[in-house]
Each structure stands twice: as C-alpha cells, then as structure tokens.
C-alpha cells in the first residue's frame, strides 16, 4: 500500500521530536507539535520557502554567482564606499561603536529592554544617513516600523527635530512587503523596527517565534548582502531571556549592540558585543533628553551621586576609577554593613562571586568581623561593574561602612585584590 510518510514537526521551532508531544521537548510550546507528510515538512520548517522567495525578488548579479579573482573584485569595488560616516556628535558616537562607520551591506542588530531608546537611537541614525552629512549627499533612508504607526513615528521625529525629506517611514510586519516597496527607492540604508514584529509568508507560526525570527533575519541578511545596502534590525531583550530574543541571532548578523541604562537614569550605554567589521571593545555613552539622544563627550562622572559633591562625606562609599572600552569611568561604590543575626550578601552592580570573595579576604586577610553582619553593594546610576580593577574601591567601601569611617571624597581607588589580601596591578 502507497502509505504516506508523516513526521512530526513543531510549528513554534520547527524541531522534529520524531513521535508526538503534548509539549515541544525543545521549545516548551503547548501543543506546538503537529503531523505532516513528508513533502511538507520543509514546508513548514520554512527553509525551503524563504530560500526560494527570497532568491525569486532580489536582483540577480550573474557575477557573483562564480569564483572571481581579487583583483577583479576590487576593479569593480568603489573603495571609498567602505563605511557610511555618521556626523555629528552623536552620529560620530554611534560610527565610533560600529568601529568607524555603517559597513555597506552589512546587518547590524540592535537589542535592549524595552523602553531604553533603540527607535530612539535609530531614527536618529536614519535621520544622520538621510541628510548624507559628509557622505554621498542626500539619500533616501527608509525607516519600516511594525511597532509604530508612521504618525507616530513621525510625532517622534517631530519631538527630535528631524526634517529632512530623504527620510521615509513604512509601517509593514510583511518582510517581502516591505523589501518589494522599498526597492524603488533605492535607499542608502534600511531600518527594521523590530524583529519580533515582521513576518516572512510561507514560513510557520506568527511574527516573534523563533522560526519567523530566524528566517525574517536570515532574508534580511541576504537582502543586504545582495543589494550592499546595510540593514540595521531592532531586536527586544525580555528579562526572562526571551526564547525568540536577539539571543539566538547574534550568529545570523554581523554586527551586534545592545542598547544598556536604567530605568530612572537618563544615561544610555551602546557597547558592540560583535562586530565582524572592527573591535567590540567600544561603548558609546548618550544622556535621553527631550529631544532625542545626544552624545556625552565627558562621561567621567556622570555615575556620581549627589552625595559626593556635598560638603559632609557619608562612610560606606567609596570612588573607583576603571576603564570600559576606550574610556575612563568614575563610578561610585555604596556599601552598607549592618549587624545581623542573619547575615545575607545583597549586591546590585557588582558580581555576586567577586563580592563574596572580597568580603571573605577581608575576613580572612584583614581581620574584619563581617561575619555577623548583613552587606549591601550598590553601584550608582546602574553601572555594571565587571572590571577586577574596582576590587580596592569595593572593599574600601565596605571598610568605610563597617568602620563608620568617611573617605574623603577627592580619593579614588584602582587595584584588583588577590586572594592572599594583594594588590594586583589592573591589566586594562
Ligand atoms: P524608545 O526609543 O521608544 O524605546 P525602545 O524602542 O527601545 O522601546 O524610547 C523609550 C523612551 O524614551 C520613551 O519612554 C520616551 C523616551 N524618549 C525621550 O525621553 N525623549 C525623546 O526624545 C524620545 C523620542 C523618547
Ligand atoms: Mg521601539
């Protein structure tokens, strides 16, 4: 008898399990797991078809399709044309993350919380390209949003300022929507706003699954690679860590920031955490203001509270300098040691291990009675404090605390600490 093969394929992540589950063993998805012939299961694994789509409208340039000598390449190649320059305060800002500017034809992914300022951020950046400051002159730059109608997108450049009539806004989720209209335009760049809202037709499951993900980013990839115009993609981090997050893309794209800052800080922080076109040890340092993000040129104490300028110095803080991508930072250490019968360790801006072990050298190595006492750590403005260099300030600071001795507030401290209660010197 002609029996159909079937296999069992889930329609959230595309695995196949092999036999039926109530629950995807591999995306945890109730009721995700389906059964399919064989013939559709690429189908609806999405491969097949997003290959096929997206190769049936992207323009064909038969000379990429074989091996082509170097210098053939670089014939063809305007050489000038490597990287799209971002002017300005804040575009130099944003060029210097990218490692000196917006590579043609590159996928860049912009991920953070959010609420933390990524339309922000690239909507300005489309605004800076779209003006062609320092470039090629102006150029269309399309900025496509699912999140956003384009009236409120355009409220928001209202609010920045924006005027420039190269800009153009599109509100789509359909992926091949948006790259067939845009092709008219011939844009100098394109922003996709976010990842979690565009679908590819064909593909399985609704817009933000890990399948549509993937497949959305692998298209747009190809679309920049083909036509050399760069795509710059938002992505959302949950704080659960989002199965379909920027998490799982970060191999696709070849460029990847994330956007950092805190909720009631208007600092924002951009650091590179892959770049296939330069380092990934910058940051960019912005301040969200009513208008737009502007770039802050000194950042070096813009992690101080007020305390600090205050006349009367309060025991349990303490000053680190440390250095984060090219920069300097002043950051400040709070510490707060209180007599406790139950003794817990609550940290905020600093590693948990790296503090138990600080405190356990203080013990140890300088005699102090923390044991019976519950510590506090804070870094103010929502630093992330990673580099061992802020060990001295750590321990200064619970020193300060647990002796009820104010350090003065013109003393800052650098130094990792040993386990044998040394001072090492900081590598950076
Ligand atoms: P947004 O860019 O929408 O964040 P995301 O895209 O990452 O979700 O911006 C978030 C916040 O920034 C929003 O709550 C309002 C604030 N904001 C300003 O303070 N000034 C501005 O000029 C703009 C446009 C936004
Ligand atoms: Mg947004």
């Given at each position: 008898t002609g029996k159909v093969k079937v296999s069992w394929v889930c329609?959230?992540?595309?695995?196949?399990?092999g036999q039926w589950w109530?629950?995807?063993?591999?995306?945890?998805?109730?009721?995700s797991v389906k059964q399919f012939s064989e013939s559709e299961v690429s189908r609806v694994r999405g491969v097949e078809v997003s290959e096929a789509l997206v190769r049936s409208w992207l323009p064909k340039k038969?000379?990429?399709l074989a091996p082509q000598s170097l210098a053939e390449v670089n014939k063809g190649r305007?050489?000038?044309?490597?990287r799209i320059p971002l002017s300005g305060h804040f575009g130099m800002e944003v060029a210097s993350v990218l490692g000196g500017g917006l590579v043609p034809g590159s996928l860049v992914l912009v991920g953070g919380d959010?609420?933390?300022?990524k339309s922000t951020l690239l909507l300005q950046v489309a605004a800076i390209i779209a003006q062609g400051l320092g470039y090629k002159g102006p150029a269309p730059v399309i900025y496509v949003s699912g999140e956003e109608s384009i009236e409120q997108i355009a409220n928001r450049a209202d609010r920045m300022r924006i005027t420039t009539g190269n800009l153009f806004l599109y509100s789509s989720t359909d992926i091949e929507d948006i790259l067939d209209k845009i092709q008219t335009l011939s844009p100098q760049a394109l922003i996709v706003d976010s990842i979690q809202t565009v679908y590819l037709r064909g593909?399985?499951?609704?817009?933000?699954?890990i399948m549509q993900v993937k497949e959305c980013t692998s298209a747009l990839l190809r679309f920049a690679k083909q036509t050399n115009i760069p795509v710059l993609l938002i992505g959302h981090v949950t704080k659960?860590?989002?199965?379909?997050?920027p998490r799982v893309l970060e191999h696709i794209v070849d460029t990847v920031l994330y956007m950092e800052g805190e909720r009631y800080s208007s600092y924002r922080l951009l650091r590179s955490v892959k770049n296939r076109f330069g380092s990934t040890d910058e940051l960019g340092v912005f301040e969200m203001s009513q208008s737009g993000l502007q770039a802050v040129?000194?950042?070096?104490?813009?992690?101080?509270?007020?305390h600090h300028t205050d006349s009367e110095v309060l025991a349990g803080l303490a000053i680190a300098v440390i250095v984060d991508g090219s920069r300097a930072f002043v950051i400040e250490i709070q510490a707060l040691c209180v007599f406790n019968s139950v003794v817990s360790r609550q940290v905020n801006g600093v590693q948990q291990s790296r503090a138990n072990m600080i405190i356990s050298v203080l013990v140890?190595?300088?005699?102090?009675?923390?044991?019976?006492h519950a510590i506090f750590l804070n870094v103010v403005s929502g630093f992330n404090l990673i580099?061992?260099?802020g060990d001295l300030a750590v321990a200064a600071a619970i020193c300060s605390s647990f002796l009820e001795f104010p350090i003065p507030n013109d003393v800052a401290f650098i130094g990792e600490i040993g386990l044998g209660g040394e001072l090492l010197r900081p590598t950076n």
């Open positions: 329609e959230n992540c595309g695995a196949t399990p109530g629950t995807c063993p591999s995306c945890q998805t109730p009721g038969p000379g990429n305007d050489q000038s044309e490597w959010p609420g933390v300022g593909v399985t499951g609704s817009a933000g699954n659960t860590g989002d199965i379909a997050g040129s000194n950042p070096s104490e813009m992690f101080l509270s007020e140890k190595q300088a005699g102090l009675k923390l044991q019976d580099e061992t260099a």
